[in-house]
C-alpha cells in the first residue's frame, strides 16, 4: 500500500475560468490518486516509447570492449540515412532542343516513380533497423549494468575470501 | 472595369484536410467578393480534380498584383512560384519538426527540413505572411518576414449542423464512455500517450474505450499502436477508424464523452475548434498553437501525467455542472473561429493590401 500522499505539480493543470480553480480540482485529484492507490495498488508506470532510445556513451568506469561502441555509435548515425533524392546526371543523349526537354521530362518521372517505390520499402527498413537499434542500445545499457554487478560482486567475494584464509 | 484576380496555390490538394478545406473556403469568399479566383495546386486528389487546376497549367495576367500560397510541407511548388516571381500572400500552416519522424521516415524528415528552408526562399517575395494560428506567426517573425498578420483556421458551421450517421452513433452510444481523437496518426500527435491513458483510466472506468480518428499514412506508427495495445491488453477498447467521411467525423464527435489530445505539434488544431462547436469537452495537452487555440477554453494540462488526467476525465464524466461550464465557455471561444467572423478579417486583410474591394 502507498505509504505518503500525492503531490501533484500545482501548475500541471489550467482551467481559465475565473469561477473554476484549477488549486482545488488539483487537491481533489490527488485525494482521488491516493485513495486509487489503496485500493487497487500502483499502477505501471513504464511504458514503450515510439521515440528511438538514445546510443550509450563509452563506459568511464568499466572495461568495454573498443568495437562494440564504434559499430553501435555507427550504425546508431547510419540506420536512417538513405538517399531519397532522384538523382540525375547529365545525360549525352541528345542537344536537339525539343527532343532534349521531353527526353528530360520522361527521365524526371521515371526517377519519380522508381523512388516513389523504393522510398516505401526504405521507410519500411528504416523501421526494421530502428528496432534493432534501439534493442541494440538497450541491451548494451543492461550490459554495462550487469557488468557494474558483477564486478561489485567479485569484489565482495574477494573481500569474504581474504576474511576466511585470515 | 477590369475585374480583380487573386489565385491560391498549394503542394496538394486533399479531401478532408484543413489546409484544402481554409484554400477552397477563401475561394468562395474571394469570387462572391467579385474576384476571379483559381485553385492550383501540383498534387490534386482525383475527387477535388474538377475543383483544382493543375500548377503547371497557370498562365499569369497583367491584372494580378499577388498570388496566395499556402505552404505546410516542403513543396515542389515553391520552386515554380519562385520562378514566377510574382508577390505572395503567404499563408503558413506551419511545418512539423522534423525531429518527430527522425529514425523512421526519411523522405518525412527530408521533406519537413525542406517546407522550413523553404520559408528562406519565400520570404523576398512575400508583401504579407499570415500565419494560421499566433503560434505560426511568431515562427514567420523569427524567420525575419517583417509584415505578418494570422488567418485563423476557419469553421464552416454549415459542414457541421448536418444529420449525424444514425448507426454510428448508436454504436458509439452503446459502449462505455468514449474518449476521442481526430488527426492522422502520426507520431508527432502522440496517439501512444491517448493509449497509456486510457489504460489509467480503464483502472477507473473498465468500460471505457478510445477511438481515433484519422488517416493512416504513417502506417507503421499505425502497427507500432496496435502493438502496445496488444501489450497493454486494450485491443478490444481501441479503434482505429482510418480516413472516415465528414458526416462520420461528425458523428464520432456527438458519440464521443470527452476529446483528449496529446498531440506535441499542432500548427492550428481544427479538431480543437470543432469539438468546442459539437459541444465535446476538450482536455489537451499544452503544446504548440493548442493553448492558443483554445484560449479561455477547456482544460489544459502542462504534464502528462496519465494517473492525474484519468481522474479529471472520471470527474469530468460525473459532474455534469462543470462539464457544461466547460462546454459553455468553448462554445463563446470557437465564434472567433466561425466562418463570418474569420471572412470579415480576410476582407480587412485585403483592404489594406490596397484592394478595392468596392
Redesign the interface.
Known sequence: MPDKPVQ??P???????P??DPAT?TA???Q??TN?RAE?GL??SQ??????VLCPQKPVDIAYEPNLYHHLQLVNRI????E??PLMVAAPTTRIPVLSYVWGLIRHHAHALVLFYV?RT???Q??VN?NLVNVLNLLTTANEEQQRQIIALQAELDALRQQSEK | MTRLVLHQFTEAASVGDATTDQVFLIRQWLRKMGFHSEIYAEHCAEALEKEVRPAHSYRGSANEPYLIYHHATGATIVERLVALGIPLILIYHNVTPPEFF??????L??LMHKGRAQLDQLRPLTTLALGASHYSEQELQARDFTRTGVLPIVLNPALYDIPPNETLLAECRRNGPTLLFVGRIA?NKRQ?DLL?LL??YR??NPGARLILVGSAHFQ??RE?LEQ?AI??ELSEALTITGHVSHQDMVTYFRGADLYVSMSEHEGFGKPLIESMYLGLPVIAY?AAAV?LTM???G?????K?Y??LA??I??LSQQND?RQ??IA?QRGRVHLFLEPTVQQEWQTILLALGFNLG
Not at chain 1, 79 to 82: A, L, S, T, V
Not at chain 2, 102 to 107: H, K, Q, R, T, V
Not at chain 2, 299 to 303: E, G, N, Y
Open positions: 501533484l505539480d501548475h500541471w493543470l489550467e482551467i481559465s475560468d469561477e473554476l480540482l481533489e485529484i490527488e482521488r490518486i486509487r487497487k499502477p505501471i511504458f514503450p516509447t515510439f521515440d528511438p540506420y536512417h540515412q538513405f531519397t533524392e522510398n526504405v521507410r519500411h528504416t523501421i530502428r | 527522425a529514425g523512421s521516415d526519411p523522405l524528415v527530408r507520431p501512444e497509456k489504460y489509467y483502472r477507473i507503421d506508427y507500432w502496445l501489450e497493454l499544452a493553448p484560449g479561455n477554453a482544460i489544459l494540462f502542462h504534464q501525467n494517473e492525474a481522474e479529471v472520471d470527474i462543470l461550464r466547460i465557455r
